[in-house]
């Protein structure tokens, strides 16, 4: 009997655990149901969230853009402003101190954004000892711009008169990011000694810089009080960014934004663009122009010709070589290639050269860069042969462009590229996708047989994965 007692409880037990162990599982089922159904449910991370424009990708028309200008400068600089600016896509001001003599907001209006007025800023203290308190007003054009209150907007971008942005490449880099979060994009100056003196956590504010809506609504609507604690900064981005610290957050940089803090020949600069989207330039009335024999609004409207055919691929850098000759041939794509009559290695070959001039004199830190550089021969004779961009044509082939020597009175010898009269390069459209923006590649290239000897003809192309740039025996 205590047997049958002591086997019937064993079996009581048993369906016990049984239930238990099955209830368990269920109720775990449930649970990790429940949890990947409400993870479904959220929009994907690059995305925006409202039922308005809820999955279309960033485009100009998500940008609204603020100008900072001042009556003396506007009328010479909207020239720049007028070569970038899509009247009919763009959205944004042109912010002077006060309204130009018999002008309205909308004159200009087919061709430039709108003029706005700056409010007064009398109220606010400047005790930095020369500087121009005008800092205070450009800075507050963040305040303004936000102030537009227009619909739809996923980045505020700022710049000066003279920032020449390309819209295309804008729009690029920034859809790298997601713009519900807190983002303040741009880039520090090219001189060490700048970026020792305002800060290397700070965007310059000719190079143009973004901040992504929610934290423009949040630093407009704390940017006068904070200011205030500010009045000993000298110009309008460090109390930009002096704000955006206090808020927490830091600059992301993105190297396709330029402040080109020097002067002269930019040549070098340009020809070794880093392997990034060419956002914008600044300081246009600094630089010579950058194509020989044209003045600096027709040689921008030169490179811009090519940026409409292929924006992606303005300025990138591509290295090969002619085995034949023993040629280095460096193709800033666009704008100008570069025949040397040696072999150079390629990371030889990629610092940027000194062809501008100092933005300062007389400081030790003036001729500090903060990227390499290599020496811009004083003979032109001792340069590489260099053709600048002469057309550009497009079709369903590809996209054919033809570089012109830049003539030099040099004399000629066996072997040397200055027979040259001209380089055709091919290549098809660059469409970088989110992998190639987060971690870019090198383009490889090829010389190809030619039926002339003044002529140079390359296909630029895309590496094959294990394939090494360098001069092959």
């Avoid at 238990?20 to 990790?32: G, H, N, W």
């Avoid at 700048?194 to 940017?223: C, D, E, T």
């Avoid at 047989?449 to 994965?465: F, Q, Y």
Wanted: aromatic share 12%; net charge positive.
């Amino acid at each position: 009997m205590q047997v049958v007692k002591l086997l019937s409880k064993t079996q009581s037990s048993s369906h016990l655990l049984n239930f238990i162990l099955v209830s368990s599982s269920v109720c775990v089922t449930y649970l990790l149901a429940s949890m990947l159904l409400v993870h479904n449910s959220k929009p994907p991370l690059h995305f925006y969230s409202s039922s308005q424009d809820a999955y279309a990708p960033t485009t100009v028309e998500h940008i609204v853009f603020g100008i900072a200008s001042n009556q003396k400068s506007w009328p010479k600089r909207k020239d720049y402003v007028k070569l970038w600016w899509k009247p009919s896509q763009m959205r944004g001001c042109v912010f002077l101190e006060s309204m130009p003599p018999n002008t309205t907001s909308r004159d200009d209006n087919t061709t430039l954004p709108p003029i706005c007025v700056s409010g007064d800023t009398s109220r606010f203290r400047y005790t930095y000892r020369g500087g121009l308190r005008s800092a205070i007003r450009v800075a507050r054009v963040v305040l303004e711009t936000v102030a537009l209150n227009h619909s739809n907007v996923r980045w505020y971008v700022f710049g000066d008169d003279d920032t020449f942005f390309f819209p295309e490449n804008l729009v690029k880099t920034l859809s790298k990011y997601d713009h519900r979060l807190w983002y303040y994009i741009g880039a520090s100056s090219e001189i060490y000694g700048q970026n020792r003196v305002f800060g290397f956590g700070m965007a310059f504010g000719g190079a143009g810089f973004a901040i992504s809506y929610p934290l423009a609504k949040l630093l407009a609507k704390v940017f006068d009080s904070c200011i205030e604690r500010y009045p000993h900064l000298y110009g309008s981005d460090s109390r930009v960014y002096s704000c955006l610290t206090e808020l927490g957050v830091g600059l992301t940089r993105e190297p396709g934004f330029h402040q080109f803090d020097v002067r002269g020949n930019t040549f070098g600069l340009l020809a070794a663009h880093p392997l990034t989207p060419l956002v914008s330039l600044h300081h246009l009335d600094q630089m010579n122009p950058i194509f020989p024999n044209m003045t600096t609004i027709k040689a921008m409207e030169h490179l811009l010709d090519a940026a409409k055919v292929d924006s992606e691929r303005i300025l990138r850098q591509t290295v090969c070589y002619d085995r034949w000759f023993s040629w280095t041939i460096s193709i800033s794509w666009g704008y100008a290639v570069q025949v040397y009559r040696k072999h150079i290695f390629l990371p030889d070959v990629l610092p940027v050269q000194e062809s501008f001039q100092q933005w300062k004199k007389g400081n030790g830190l003036a001729g500090v860069y903060t990227f390499n550089t290599r020496e811009f021969h004083p003979d032109p004779c001792q340069r590489p042969t260099i053709f600048f961009l002469d057309s550009i044509s497009s079709s369903r082939r590809g996209i054919n462009s033809v570089y012109k020597k830049s003539y030099e009175n040099c004399t000629l010898y066996m072997g040397s590229p200055r027979k040259l009269e001209a380089i055709r390069v091919s290549t098809k459209k660059l469409d970088l996708n989110y992998n190639q923006m987060q971690a870019p590649r090198r383009d490889c290239c090829d010389v190809l047989p030619s039926r002339s000897s003044e002529v140079l003809d390359i296909a630029i192309r895309e590496c094959r994965e294990d394939e090494l740039i360098y001069m092959h025996a």
